[in-house]
């Protein structure tokens, strides 16, 4: 059974920034893509970004694309979210999901596991 768990939520006023973190367990980390997705209140779950088994490849969506930055650290099972210049609508619920390897990252069906998420909220 694989676990997620997000941490590095938190409260922030626009412009400033986050880093969100999650952790895998299990060995086999290394060999899934992994992704963000994020959720405000009375709307659908939506895309973030992904990131490749290796860390080469990213995708973003348009809306954090120059903003936000995935990475990983295989060596601590790790995925990373580094949000800067946030704003309001960033304001959500951040989960972390483990990629099923499909050719496509983009919908909710193309991940198996997810974590519990993590508070973002963005003031004005």
């Known amino acids: 059974q694989v676990q997620l768990v997000e941490s590095g939520g938190g409260l922030v006023q626009a412009g400033g920034s986050l880093r969100l973190s999650c952790a895998a367990s299990?060995?086999?980390?290394?060999?899934?893509?992994m992704g963000w997705f994020r959720q405000a209140p009375g709307k659908e779950r939506e895309f973030v970004t992904w990131?490749?088994?290796?860390?080469?490849?990213?995708y973003y969506s348009d809306s954090v694309k120059g903003r936000f930055t995935i990475s990983r650290d295989n060596a601590k099972n790790t995925v990373y979210l580094q949000m800067n210049s946030l704003k309001p609508e960033d304001t959500a619920v951040y989960y972390c999901?483990?990629?099923?390897?499909?050719?496509?990252?983009?919908?909710?069906?193309?991940?198996?596991?997810w974590g519990q998420g993590t508070q973002v909220t963005v003031s004005s």
């Open positions: 999901a483990r990629h099923r390897g499909r050719n496509y990252y983009l919908s909710r069906d193309d991940y198996d596991y």
């Open positions: 990131i490749s088994r290796s860390g080469i490849s990213t």
């Open positions: 299990g060995r086999t980390f290394s060999d899934y893509g």
